[in-house]
Protein backbone atom coordinates (compact mmCIF):
# COMPACT_ATOMS: atom_id res chain seq x y z
CA UNK A 1 0.00 0.00 0.00
CA UNK A 2 1.39 3.41 -0.76
CA UNK A 3 2.49 5.63 1.75
CA UNK A 4 0.24 9.09 1.93
CA UNK A 5 1.82 12.15 3.35
CA UNK A 6 0.03 13.77 5.97
CA UNK A 7 0.15 17.74 6.19
CA UNK A 8 -2.51 18.64 9.16
CA UNK A 9 -4.77 16.41 11.41
CA UNK A 10 -6.45 17.05 14.25
CA UNK A 11 -10.09 15.50 15.60
CA UNK A 12 -12.32 16.32 12.79
CA UNK A 13 -9.92 16.83 9.73
CA UNK A 14 -6.95 15.63 7.40
CA UNK A 15 -5.02 16.92 4.98
CA UNK A 16 -3.26 14.97 3.14
CA UNK A 17 -0.26 15.26 -0.05
CA UNK A 18 -2.66 12.29 -2.72
CA UNK A 19 0.09 10.88 -4.88
CA UNK A 20 -0.94 10.60 -8.40
CA UNK A 21 -2.24 7.43 -9.48
CA UNK A 22 -4.61 7.27 -6.43
CA UNK A 23 -8.22 7.35 -6.53
CA UNK A 24 -9.64 9.86 -4.33
CA UNK A 25 -13.28 8.71 -4.89
CA UNK A 26 -14.11 5.06 -5.50
CA UNK A 27 -15.26 4.04 -9.08
CA UNK A 28 -17.85 2.42 -9.00
CA UNK A 29 -17.97 -0.88 -9.26
CA UNK A 30 -14.17 -1.28 -8.65
CA UNK A 31 -12.41 -2.45 -5.58
CA UNK A 32 -9.45 -0.19 -5.90
CA UNK A 33 -8.43 1.41 -2.65
CA UNK A 34 -8.74 5.36 -2.28
CA UNK A 35 -7.05 7.72 -0.23
CA UNK A 36 -9.85 7.92 1.90
CA UNK A 37 -9.53 4.54 2.47
CA UNK A 38 -6.15 4.55 3.11
CA UNK A 39 -6.18 7.31 5.58
CA UNK A 40 -9.72 6.10 7.22
CA UNK A 41 -11.36 9.36 6.16
CA UNK A 42 -14.56 10.92 3.54
CA UNK A 43 -13.05 12.73 0.89
CA UNK A 44 -14.71 16.73 0.64
CA UNK A 45 -13.80 17.25 -2.52
CA UNK A 46 -12.35 15.17 -5.73
CA UNK A 47 -9.04 15.11 -7.81
CA UNK A 48 -8.13 13.23 -10.57
CA UNK A 49 -6.38 9.66 -10.12
CA UNK A 50 -3.26 11.25 -12.00
CA UNK A 51 -3.51 14.29 -10.00
CA UNK A 52 -1.19 15.12 -6.90
CA UNK A 53 -1.71 16.99 -4.45
CA UNK A 54 -3.26 18.36 -1.11
CA UNK A 55 -6.64 16.79 -0.63
CA UNK A 56 -9.19 17.61 2.48
CA UNK A 57 -10.60 14.47 4.20
CA UNK A 58 -13.27 14.75 6.77
CA UNK A 59 -12.95 11.92 10.11
CA UNK A 60 -17.29 12.82 10.87
CA UNK A 61 -20.11 13.87 8.86
CA UNK A 62 -20.50 17.01 10.58
CA UNK A 63 -17.03 17.98 9.41
CA UNK A 64 -18.01 16.36 6.00
CA UNK A 65 -20.76 18.80 5.59
CA UNK A 66 -18.92 21.70 7.04
CA UNK A 67 -16.09 21.32 4.28
CA UNK A 68 -18.48 20.68 1.41
CA UNK A 69 -20.30 23.04 2.57
CA UNK A 70 -17.28 25.66 2.15
CA UNK A 71 -16.37 24.32 -0.82
CA UNK A 72 -19.79 24.91 -2.52
CA UNK A 73 -19.87 28.46 -1.63
CA UNK A 74 -16.29 28.80 -2.73
CA UNK A 75 -14.56 30.11 -0.19
CA UNK A 76 -11.75 27.73 -0.73
CA UNK A 77 -9.38 28.88 -3.49
CA UNK A 78 -8.68 25.74 -5.84
CA UNK A 79 -4.68 26.30 -7.22
CA UNK A 80 -3.02 24.31 -9.13
CA UNK A 81 0.21 24.24 -10.86
CA UNK A 82 0.21 22.46 -14.66
CA UNK A 83 2.92 22.03 -17.19
CA UNK A 84 1.09 22.44 -20.34
CA UNK A 85 2.55 22.33 -24.07
CA UNK A 86 4.15 25.43 -25.75
CA UNK A 87 4.16 28.95 -25.34
CA UNK A 88 1.05 30.64 -23.84
CA UNK A 89 0.09 33.93 -24.80
CA UNK A 90 -1.33 35.99 -23.13
CA UNK A 91 0.93 35.26 -20.24
CA UNK A 92 -1.79 35.68 -18.28
CA UNK A 93 -5.32 35.68 -17.79
CA UNK A 94 -9.07 33.64 -17.57
CA UNK A 95 -10.38 30.70 -20.02
CA UNK A 96 -14.01 31.09 -19.95
CA UNK A 97 -15.23 27.97 -22.18
CA UNK A 98 -18.79 26.02 -20.68
CA UNK A 99 -18.18 22.29 -20.49
CA UNK A 100 -20.23 19.45 -20.83
CA UNK A 101 -19.97 15.23 -21.25
CA UNK A 102 -19.08 14.27 -24.41
CA UNK A 103 -22.07 12.42 -26.93
CA UNK A 104 -19.76 9.79 -27.65
CA UNK A 105 -18.06 9.18 -24.54
CA UNK A 106 -19.61 10.10 -21.81
CA UNK A 107 -16.59 9.63 -19.20
CA UNK A 108 -14.87 12.89 -21.39
CA UNK A 109 -15.51 16.03 -20.94
CA UNK A 110 -15.69 18.46 -24.31
CA UNK A 111 -16.34 22.32 -24.58
CA UNK A 112 -19.94 23.17 -24.97
CA UNK A 113 -22.07 26.46 -25.48
CA UNK A 114 -24.90 25.09 -23.47
CA UNK A 115 -22.46 23.65 -20.94
CA UNK A 116 -21.75 24.57 -17.63
CA UNK A 117 -20.12 27.55 -16.73
CA UNK A 118 -16.32 26.91 -16.58
CA UNK A 119 -14.00 29.66 -15.58
CA UNK A 120 -10.14 29.08 -15.17
CA UNK A 121 -7.46 31.57 -14.27
CA UNK A 122 -3.87 31.32 -14.81
CA UNK A 123 -0.47 33.05 -14.97
CA UNK A 124 2.55 31.66 -16.78
CA UNK A 125 5.47 31.20 -14.27
CA UNK A 126 7.90 30.04 -16.62
CA UNK A 127 8.54 29.03 -20.43
CA UNK A 128 10.73 26.55 -21.29
CA UNK A 129 11.89 27.53 -25.19
CA UNK A 130 14.27 24.06 -25.36
CA UNK A 131 11.23 21.80 -24.78
CA UNK A 132 8.31 24.11 -25.73
CA UNK A 133 6.59 23.83 -22.24
CA UNK A 134 4.53 26.77 -19.77
CA UNK A 135 4.40 26.08 -16.33
CA UNK A 136 1.52 27.80 -15.47
CA UNK A 137 0.21 28.70 -11.90
CA UNK A 138 -3.99 27.71 -12.65
CA UNK A 139 -6.60 29.72 -9.62
CA UNK A 140 -9.82 27.54 -10.41
CA UNK A 141 -12.96 29.40 -9.76
CA UNK A 142 -15.47 26.66 -10.98
CA UNK A 143 -14.94 23.30 -10.12
CA UNK A 144 -16.00 20.66 -13.39
CA UNK A 145 -14.66 17.02 -13.92
CA UNK A 146 -11.66 17.58 -15.72
CA UNK A 147 -11.89 21.33 -16.02
CA UNK A 148 -8.13 22.26 -15.99
CA UNK A 149 -6.94 19.52 -18.79
CA UNK A 150 -9.66 20.36 -21.15
CA UNK A 151 -9.58 24.34 -20.94
CA UNK A 152 -6.13 24.01 -21.81
CA UNK A 153 -6.42 21.56 -24.38
CA UNK A 154 -9.22 23.76 -25.42
CA UNK A 155 -6.54 26.47 -26.15
CA UNK A 156 -4.07 24.33 -27.45
CA UNK A 157 -1.87 24.17 -24.59
CA UNK A 158 -2.71 20.60 -23.29
CA UNK A 159 -1.26 19.33 -19.96
CA UNK A 160 1.81 17.44 -20.43
CA UNK A 161 1.42 13.61 -20.01
CA UNK A 162 -2.23 14.28 -20.07
CA UNK A 163 -3.09 11.03 -22.21
CA UNK A 164 -6.88 11.92 -22.46
CA UNK A 165 -6.82 15.40 -23.39
CA UNK A 166 -3.74 15.54 -25.33
CA UNK A 167 -2.37 13.67 -28.17
CA UNK A 168 1.30 14.83 -27.37
CA UNK A 169 3.65 12.13 -26.22
CA UNK A 170 6.04 12.68 -23.55
CA UNK A 171 8.23 11.02 -21.16
CA UNK A 172 6.63 11.42 -18.20
CA UNK A 173 4.17 8.94 -16.72
CA UNK A 174 1.54 10.52 -16.11
CA UNK A 175 -0.43 13.95 -16.00
CA UNK A 176 1.87 16.94 -14.98
CA UNK A 177 -1.09 18.30 -12.69
CA UNK A 178 -0.82 19.03 -8.92
CA UNK A 179 -3.00 20.35 -6.50
CA UNK A 180 -2.19 23.05 -3.76
Known amino acids: MQKIETLYEDDNIIIVDKPAGILAYPLPGSEEKTVGDIVGAKPCHRLDRDTSGIQILAKNDDAHQKIQAIFKARKITKKYKALVWGKV ?39 FPSSNMSLCDINLLTGRMHQIRVHFSAIGHPVVGDSKYSNKSSELSRQFLHAG
Open 89 to 127: EPAEGEINIPLGRGSKDRLKVVPKKDGRESRTQYRVEKY
